[in-house]
């Protein structure tokens, strides 16, 4: 049995120590409330590039450097923040952070476990619309599941979610709890619609719990990123943190408005009783009929290959082609 917390609170949207030390705070208070594994919203640190939703490319260009000012390396300063908070109150954490990595920014999802070692590092495979002028895109190598003190974990973030491909990879690597990260305070009510709707589904279909955190934003942070009245009404709604059971029946009660803590305890043997009936990656699976391959190497910029691996060629006139020595 594991206690579990679903974290919705606002970032702050100058500074990002400022929003790990906002960060903390809710870990205590979950600690408190007896939780063992923690989720917070999609980049949550330094906050979420709410700007290039709301305004044209061309008007972004102080506000996505601000954002570069404020990103997380990894590893570095913040990193070993959260690490000593995972050790500190014996909780793993997910948090969604803006990783700085040379001069691109990536939407990367951590998983700190409570021995403060990163079990997984795993950029956004594809960033969605807007978001493309702001993250690089990243590769198959954190497409898993990882151990953790709370058991097999794996996460996708926000529109992720409407890849069945990366959502089937994680279930067949024996997702247990899958950490669901979205934005909030995005779009409105169809958004928070939309949330229910993916995040259930994926517990049903992968007889696992799913913990979904979205961020808030006060009225106060709206008016800052925008001041017309439609842009404002767009980054309104489209919160949604809850906890999820493998039957998709909700754990508690989800949280739609404001800042809170969603809180429920998750019983393994759920997972079984749903399994028994539905094993996607198992007895109801055909792989006979589909199957998925899924390219889990890095995929760094430079390829260092040593000299033996290098076949010599040469031109071979007679059939007018390149052939090995």
């Given at each position: 049995?594991?206690?579990?917390?679903?974290?919705?609170?606002?970032?702050?949207?100058?500074?990002?120590?400022?929003?790990?030390?906002?960060?903390?705070?809710?870990?205590?208070?979950?600690?408190?409330?007896?939780?063992?594994?923690?989720?917070?919203?999609?980049?949550?640190?330094?906050?979420?590039?709410?700007?290039?939703?709301?305004?044209?490319?061309?008007?972004?260009?102080?506000?996505?450097?601000?954002?570069?000012?404020?990103?997380?390396?990894?590893?570095?300063?913040?990193?070993?923040?959260?690490?000593?908070?995972?050790?500190?109150?014996?909780?793993?954490?997910?948090?969604?952070?803006?990783?700085?990595?040379?001069?691109?920014?990536?939407?990367?999802?951590?998983?700190?476990?409570?021995?403060?070692?990163?079990?997984?590092?795993?950029?956004?495979?594809?960033?969605?619309?807007?978001?493309?002028?702001?993250?690089?895109?990243?590769?198959?190598?954190?497409?898993?599941?990882?151990?953790?003190?709370?058991?097999?974990?794996?996460?996708?973030?926000?529109?992720?979610?409407?890849?069945?491909?990366?959502?089937?990879?994680?279930?067949?690597?024996?997702?247990?709890?899958?950490?669901?990260?979205?934005?909030?305070?995005?779009?409105?009510?169809?958004?928070?619609?939309?949330?229910?709707?993916?995040?259930?589904?994926?517990?049903?279909?992968?007889?696992?719990?799913?913990?979904?955190?979205?961020?808030?934003?006060?009225?106060?942070?709206?008016?800052?990123?925008?001041?017309?009245?439609?842009?404002?009404?767009?980054?309104?709604?489209?919160?949604?943190?809850?906890?999820?059971?493998?039957?998709?029946?909700?754990?508690?009660?989800?949280?739609?408005?404001?800042?809170?803590?969603?809180?429920?305890?998750?019983?393994?043997?759920?997972?079984?009783?749903?399994?028994?009936?539905?094993?996607?990656?198992?007895?109801?699976?055909?792989?006979?009929?589909?199957?998925?391959?899924?390219?889990k190497a890095p995929q760094p910029a430079i390829n260092s290959l040593n000299?033996?691996?290098?076949?010599?060629?040469?031109?071979?006139?007679?059939?007018?082609?390149?052939?090995?020595?």
């Amino acid at each position: 049995m594991i206690r579990a917390a679903a974290i919705q609170i606002a970032p702050d949207l100058k500074s990002g120590a400022a929003t790990v030390s906002r960060m903390c705070d809710a870990v205590s208070d979950a600690a408190k409330e007896g939780a063992r594994l923690a989720v917070f919203p999609e980049t949550f640190v330094p906050y979420y590039p709410y700007f290039s939703f709301v305004e044209p490319p061309v008007s972004t260009g102080r506000a996505h450097l601000s954002l570069y000012e404020e990103a997380v390396a990894i590893p570095g300063p913040i990193t070993e923040t959260l690490s000593r908070v995972a050790i500190d109150f014996d909780m793993v954490l997910c948090v969604g952070v803006n990783e700085r990595d040379g001069g691109s920014l990536y939407n990367t999802q951590l998983i700190i476990d409570t021995d403060g070692a990163i079990k997984l590092k795993r950029r956004k495979i594809t960033p969605t619309f807007h978001e493309r002028m702001i993250w690089g895109r990243g590769d198959g190598s954190g497409l898993k599941v990882v151990d953790t003190a709370v058991g097999r974990v794996g996460a996708l973030a926000c529109w992720e979610h409407y890849n069945p491909l990366a959502r089937y990879t994680l279930m067949a690597d024996g997702e247990q709890i899958h950490c669901a990260q979205f934005p909030g305070s995005m779009v409105g009510q169809i958004f928070a619609d939309q949330i229910e709707v993916t995040i259930r589904h994926h517990a049903l279909e992968a007889g696992c719990f799913v913990v979904n955190s979205t961020g808030w934003l006060s009225d106060e942070q709206r008016a800052s990123i925008t001041d017309d009245p439609k842009m404002l009404k767009a980054l309104s709604g489209g919160c949604y943190s809850a906890i999820i059971g493998p039957d998709g029946s909700h754990l508690c009660e989800p949280i739609t408005e404001g800042e809170g803590i969603a809180i429920a305890d998750l019983d393994f043997e759920q997972i079984t009783k749903r399994k028994r009936m539905l094993d996607s990656v198992g007895h109801y699976s055909r792989p006979d009929l589909f199957s998925l391959s899924v390219n889990k190497a890095p995929q760094p910029a430079i390829n260092s290959l040593n000299e033996r691996e290098i076949e010599p060629i040469e031109y071979n006139e007679s059939v007018s082609e390149f052939q090995p020595v």
